[in-house]
């Protein structure tokens, strides 16, 4: 597993673009719907397979969760460049000793799957664990991008 950092200067981050970005997302995610994956299942749209992800936040950090079951880790890339955090690789199909597939419902292949993520974070601390199947990606949020307890004095 191999984990790319990008780092972007401070004049990149266009917070007016934001709502785009969230727009993006509900646009890419429509073809994530059953629909679609049939289709892509039958390769009619496009070959390849995006796995689920899972996408959480807290004070410190957000983290991904990514299915990638019957994968090994050297198969799977890791990438950040300022907030769009991209998971690629590839599942191979078993070996077969000239063995016939009957039935064939698991997706192999090459997938890439970005996400924008709701927040800066620090790329210089980020850290993945790979186990059962589950790929875990935390991601510490920069300090400006943690919430700030401001206290109020009254005169």
């Given at each position: 597993?191999?984990?790319?950092?990008?780092?972007?200067?401070?004049?990149?981050?266009?917070?007016?673009?934001?709502?785009?970005?969230?727009?993006?997302?509900?646009?890419?995610?429509?073809?994530?719907?059953?629909?679609?994956s049939t289709?892509?299942?039958?390769?009619?749209?496009?070959?390849?397979?995006?796995?689920a992800l899972d996408l959480y936040q807290n004070n410190d950090n957000v983290v991904a969760v990514i299915e990638l079951p019957g994968?090994?880790?050297?198969d799977i890339e890791i990438s950040l460049h300022a907030r769009t955090l991209t998971i690629s690789g590839e599942r191979k199909s078993r070996s077969s000793n000239g063995?016939?597939?009957?039935?064939?419902?698991r997706y192999i292949g090459k997938f890439r799957r970005s996400i924008t993520l709701p927040t800066r974070v620090d790329a210089n601390k980020v850290s993945?664990?790979?186990?059962?199947?589950?790929?875990?990606?935390t991601l510490p949020k920069a300090e400006e991008a943690k919430p700030k307890q401001i206290q109020v004095n009254v005169d």
């Open positions: 597993m191999s984990l790319i950092r990008y780092q972007t200067p401070e004049l990149m981050a266009w917070p007016s673009l934001d709502r785009w970005s969230s727009l993006r997302d509900d646009l890419n995610s429509l073809f994530e719907l059953p629909f679609w289709i892509a299942r039958q390769g009619q749209l496009f070959s390849g397979w995006s796995p994968m090994r880790r050297e063995e016939k597939a009957e039935r064939t419902e993945a664990s790979y186990r059962d199947g589950i790929l875990t990606v």
